[in-house]
C-alpha cells in the first residue's frame, strides 16, 4: 500500500515569503508527527496530532511556525516570513496508534526547503 | 544532492564483516529506544527498537544492546552488506510521550 507522502518535494523560497508544506499519512492513522532536520543533523521534533488535535507543539522553534490537520489526515505545516536558518528537510511521520512504544512511525521522504 | 551524513561520524567496513554503531543517549528518564536507517533523500526507516527492561534484543542480522548505567546503545549488523550503506540515528523515548529525541546519527559505508 502506499506510504506517506510529502509534497512538494523540493521548495525554494525567498527570505520573508510564506510557505505550505503538505503531508499525507497512511490512510487509517491516528498519529502524525512533524520533524525538522538540518543538514548533518538528526531528526527535531516539532509538533504531534492525534486525528485533528495537536496534542504537542513543544518543539515548534517560534510562532512563525503552525501545523494544522483539519480532519484527522492531511496535514500542512506553515511557515510564515521564512528565514534562512529555516532551510532544512521537513519530515512527516504517521503511525495506527497513539502510543510510540506499540507502534511503528512511517516516515515520508521530507520536503527540502531551501531559503534564500 | 546533498548528503544526509555530511559532517557526521562514518563508519567504513567491509563487506561481510560486522558493523558496530555506537550511541550515547541524553536522558536517563527514556524508557524506549529505537534505530533507524536513512538513506539519502529519504525517511528514516524503523531497523529494532528495545525497552528499558532489556538489555538485549535481536532481529534479522541486526542486535541492539542497551547499557542503561552508562547511558549506551549499540546496534550490531552481522554480515555487512553494499545496502546497509546509509546514516544510522538512535532514538530514545519517554513512555507516554510522543516526542522522539534523535542522536546526531552515524553514517555507515559499506566497501564492496
Known amino acids: 500500500g502506499a506510504g506517506v507522502s510529502q509534497s512538494p518535494r523540493y521548495k525554494v523560497a525567498k527570505r520573508g515569503q510564506d510557505v505550505a508544506l503538505r503531508c499525507d499519512p497512511i490512510?487509517?492513522?491516528?498519529?502524525l508527527f512533524w520533524y525538522q532536520q538540518a543538514l548533518g543533523q538528526g531528526p527535531e521534533f516539532l509538533t504531534y496530532f492525534q486525528n485533528e488535535a495537536q496534542l504537542d507543539k513543544s518543539g515548534l522553534p517560534s510562532d512563525r511556525f503552525f501545523a494544522e490537520r483539519p480532519e484527522g489526515s492531511v496535514s500542512t505545516l506553515k511557515i510564515q516570513r521564512t528565514q534562512q536558518e529555516d532551510s532544512a528537510v521537513y519530515l512527516c511521520?504517521?503511525?495506527?496508534?497513539?502510543?510510540?512504544?506499540?507502534?511503528?512511525?512511517?516516515f515520508g521522504p521530507g520536503t527540502r526547503l531551501l531559503v534564500l | 544532492g546533498e548528503s544526509v551524513g555530511l559532517h557526521l561520524p562514518t563508519l567504513s567496513v567491509q563487506e561481510g564483516d560486522n558493523s558496530i554503531i555506537n550511541c550515547a543517549y541524553s536522558?536517563?528518564?527514556?524508557?524506549?529506544f529505537i534505530w533507524y536507517k536513512q538513506e539519502s533523500g529519504k525517511g528514516p526507516q524503523f531497523i529494532i527498537d528495545i525497552r528499558s527492561n532489556m538489555d538485549k534484543r535481536q532481529g534479522q542480522r541486526v542486535t541492539v544492546l542497551l547499557n542503561k548505567t552508562v547511558k549506551h546503545l549499540s546496534l550490531q549488523i552481522a554480515a555487512t552488506q553494499p545496502g546497509d550503506s546509509a546514516v544510522y540515528f538512535c532514538?530514545?523515548?519517554?513512555?507516554?510521550?510522543?516526542?522522539?529525541?534523535f542522536g546526531t546519527g552515524t553514517k555507515l559505508q559499506v566497501i564492496p
Open positions: 511521520a504517521s503511525s495506527l496508534i497513539s502510543k510510540v512504544s506499540q507502534e511503528t512511525q512511517y
Open positions: 536522558n536517563s528518564a527514556s524508557d524506549y
Open positions: 490512510s487509517g492513522h491516528v498519529s
Open positions: 532514538a530514545e523515548n519517554i513512555e507516554g510521550y510522543q516526542k522522539v529525541t
